[in-house]
């Protein structure tokens, strides 16, 4: 079974930059999307950004100007790089893969990988 390993988080101050990065254990075929999400505590999981197989990005308004979102399809890997980080960016951060063939949607997830901003 092909995993998604996460890696990048950290703790950083506000104004900061962090760059968070995930790649799959194996190849991925059939991939119609990648992007990241959010979880903070006590709230819902949330999109960040994705970026489809036609290099389409779209970005929750909050980060929009400051993330920006890549891939690497030989890889099956997609990168995050954050800037300008605000202490409500803190939460678990998870890659995501989506698949889309003749059997349907699938989705792999990365296991998360926590970011801190402090003020």
């Known amino acids: 079974q092909v995993q998604l390993v996460e890696s990048g988080g950290g703790l950083v101050q506000a104004g900061g930059s962090l760059r968070l990065s995930c790649a799959a254990s194996?190849?991925?075929?059939?991939?119609?999307?990648m992007g990241w999400y959010r979880q903070a505590p006590g709230k819902q999981r949330e999109v960040v950004a994705t970026?489809?197989?036609?290099?389409?990005?779209t970005y929750v308004d909050s980060v929009e100007g400051r993330f920006t979102i890549s891939k690497n399809n030989d890889k099956s890997a997609v990168y995050l790089q954050m800037n300008s980080l605000k202490p409500e960016d803190t939460a678990v951060y998870y890659c995501?893969?989506?698949?889309?063939?003749?059997?349907?949607?699938?989705?792999?997830w990365g296991q998360g990988t926590q970011v801190t901003v402090s003020s």
């Open positions: 970026i489809t197989s036609e290099n389409v990005t």
């Open positions: 995501n893969v989506r698949t889309k063939g003749l059997a349907g949607t699938y989705d792999y």
């Open positions: 194996g190849t991925i075929y059939s991939i119609s999307g």
